[in-house]
């Protein structure tokens, strides 16, 4: 999917601000249809039955008439796509929930390029995209629109950026047939180790600004609810939060397809990142310990782009991206395979109490997680498959 920021005249903002409600209003009417059944009521009403309920209320309300009768509808078919992935066993989603204004500002456009939208270059950085009711919006040419786009997604978020996605799916970045296999081990200090020795890391907010944010922060908390003031300092900390995603976003991309580019094979850890950023606040009758400690860890995992990076790498290299278990590749000797905990002498430095091997703990987690090791409690391993050793010599030697 490739996205451009789409920059419309006033007049077309309110235009795509009023497509935004009418989506939102239908697809929330079909979440409280769905949401009244109960065993022994007759079933919720389907796409072609809310269809023609739509139509009627169309007639009925003049401010719905006024609205893009393909958004509306639209909202309803996503809504029916939304509900068959919810009861799909094979691959279950969540049910579809309430959307709310400010956080779900969005409608999608379907059909074929050129017949019932459009797109086309004005400049060499312009471009312009047919909007129903709207017309012809601007858009930042920042690279060629991908032919064979059957639909195109129109959204803004928090900070208050237009944003228009067109559903393209790409190509997979061709693997390089060099055999070679790359392990990833995923932390917070480090973002992503590989297992030759090149570690990287998410970028984040600067000192300044996350100065700013905590400035921001109290004054947010001093500002009375519904206030104008109050409204300024949400869509300032918008914007500091969403250049902060812009740029993991960015770094995520270039990362993945480095990677992909690189290897054949690309071994991660498979964590449950949703578990493990859960909070630990507890309950008034049974509240948690470390709390703090716990939300501050939270926030380091998510601002790594754990996720954002393995999901990447599957759409750029499907097929080639193998999950192993993540249990003792923090504790065990790339070197001479012996577990024990006690050979992670910090977050960064590794020395194996049996062989001496020293090398920093998250490359050595790496080059296990590359050989596609499953070691059990008792330091015992599976199946062991073959991995290039030359990063780890090197590092032995350093």
Not at 104 to 127: A, K, L, N, P, Y
Request: glycine share 10%.
């Amino acid at each position: 999917m490739s996205r451009y920021r789409l920059l419309p005249a006033p007049a077309q903002e309110a235009v795509l601000r009023d497509h935004c409600g009418h989506a939102r209003y239908v697809w929330n009417l079909a979440v409280e249809q769905h949401g009244h059944w109960r065993p022994g009521r007759a079933g919720a009403p389907g796409y072609l039955e809310q269809c023609r309920q739509l139509t009627q209320a169309r007639a009925e309300y003049p401010w719905l008439a006024a609205g893009s009768q393909m958004v509306q509808q639209q909202a309803l078919r996503d809504f029916g796509q939304a509900m068959a992935a919810f009861y799909d066993p094979g691959n279950p989603a969540g049910r579809p929930s309430w959307r709310k204004a400010g956080r779900d500002e969005g409608f999608r456009i379907t059909g074929r390029c050129g017949r019932q939208w459009d797109v086309r270059r004005v400049s060499r950085h312009v471009g312009q995209v047919w909007v129903a009711k709207a017309g012809w919006v601007r858009f930042r040419w920042s690279r060629a629109v991908p032919p064979g786009a059957k639909s195109y997604r129109v959204t803004q978020d928090r900070a208050g950026r237009w944003h228009v996605a067109v559903a393209v799916i790409p190509e997979p970045v061709p693997a390089p047939g060099n055999g070679q296999t790359v392990g990833i081990d995923r932390g917070v200090a480090v973002s992503a180790a590989l297992s030759t020795g090149q570690m990287l890391h998410a970028p984040a907010l600067t000192a300044q600004e996350r100065a700013r944010l905590r400035r921001l922060q109290r004054t947010l908390a001093r500002a009375a609810r519904g206030s104008n003031r109050r409204a300024r300092v949400n869509c300032a900390i918008a914007r500091l939060r969403a250049r902060q995603r812009d740029r993991r976003k960015d770094w995520a991309e270039k990362v993945s397809t480095g990677i992909a580019r690189r290897f054949d094979v690309i071994r991660v850890e498979d964590l449950k990142i949703a578990a493990m950023t859960r909070s630990a606040k507890g309950t008034r009758e049974d509240p948690g310990r470390n709390v703090r400690a716990k939300a501050g860890l939270n926030q380091g995992i998510l601002g790594a782009g754990w996720g954002l990076l393995v999901r990447r790498l599957q759409d750029k290299a499907p097929g080639r991206v193998e999950k192993i278990s993540p249990a003792f590749t923090s504790q065990r000797c790339s070197a001479c395979g012996h577990v024990d905990a006690h050979s992670r002498e910090s977050q960064a430095r590794f020395v194996c109490t049996a062989c001496s091997f020293a090398c920093h703990a998250d490359v050595n987690a790496a080059i296990n997680i590359a050989a596609g090791h499953a070691v059990t409690a008792r330091g015992g391993d599976g199946v062991t498959r073959p991995v290039n050793r030359e990063p780890q010599l090197l590092l032995q030697s350093a």
